[in-house]
């Protein structure tokens, strides 16, 4: 059944506000995903504050053009767009989707592209993102680099106080 223009207007609302409010986008290509695997790529994708769109390509063509994002055309796919959303982590839709491509059996599914900070990015850049360790990684990273001088230090200094406790254990000893 075909849409009124006042649900295409809403629909095409909704997804600028989506682009609005995102940190970055990924754009796939998909075809022939049954229910069950979309259903799982949406769940995953939640769990991380992300979310998967599929709209008509030139509905996402017009709200990328309307949020002032130029460049990218979903109509260059043959197959359904999709547009994954990540609302919190930058990295968390790209690797998601990467690791969702991966359990699928062949190729029903590939990157065509993504935004990043409002610019848009190629296809080799969201494979690329998606290698990146998460945000909560490249934290632990930081905190465990920051540390380690100071756990070093307190070694030391905890070593000089070993080393005193030997001495006056071994004056001890010898005095009995």
């Not at 599914?109 to 848009?120: D, K, R, Y």
């Amino acid at each position: 059944m075909a849409k009124t223009k006042a649900q295409k207007a809403g629909m095409l609302a909704d997804l600028e506000r989506k682009i609005a409010e995102s940190k970055s986008m990924v754009f796939a290509r998909f075809s022939g995903l049954s229910a069950t695997e979309s259903r799982e790529l949406n769940k995953k994708l939640k769990a991380e504050a992300s979310e998967c769109y599929v709209a008509k390509k030139t509905l996402l063509n017009k709200a990328l053009k309307a949020q002032g994002i130029e460049g990218f055309s979903a109509k260059d796919n043959e197959d359904q767009a999709a547009a994954i959303f990540g609302y919190g982590d930058e990295v968390a839709p790209a690797k998601l989707t990467r690791e969702f491509i991966k359990g699928l059996e062949g190729k029903k599914m590939s990157f065509t592209g993504g935004v990043l900070e409002g610019h848009l990015i190629s296809k080799e850049q969201v494979e690329a993102l998606a290698q990146l360790p998460s945000k909560q990684q490249l934290l632990g990273q930081l905190v465990g680099t920051l540390n380690a001088p100071v756990s070093g230090f307190v070694n030391v200094l905890a070593g000089n106080l070993r080393g005193l406790v030997r001495v006056l254990s071994a004056v001890a000893e010898q005095k009995k």
